[in-house]
């Protein structure tokens, strides 16, 4: 499965999709947060596209400030980590709060 999963940068794809939507973030939302457009992050998640390594970066920065990661196992599994703050407001119900709030002082900075 991690084959299918690297062939045509597919990985990138659903890291990207599967975060995204963990944190409930709109296309929109998540192209203001990293600083690209939204078509931008449209083609982003579409398979076979090469994104660049700025966007790459960014995205992961943003991502670990949120409090949330998506790697894939040997196996091609998906595995999404969550800190401890954004698993405590999902069990309030303040999910959407917390990561809108995290976004506010996200300061994204290119490497």
Known sequence: MKDTIDKNN???VIELKVTRMALTLSQQEFADLVGMTIEG???LEKKGTEPRYRNLCNIRRAFDYLGV???FDDYGNICLQMRPG???AINEG???TYIL???ENFVMTNP
Request: one cysteine or more; glycine letters at 0%.
């Open 101 to 103: 709030n995290r976004m």
């Open 69 to 71: 990661r998506c790697s």
């Open 86 to 88: 954004v698993l405590q």
């Open 41 to 43: 992050v449209k083609r």
């Open 94 to 96: 303040k999910h959407r």
């Open 10 to 12: 597919q990985w990138i």
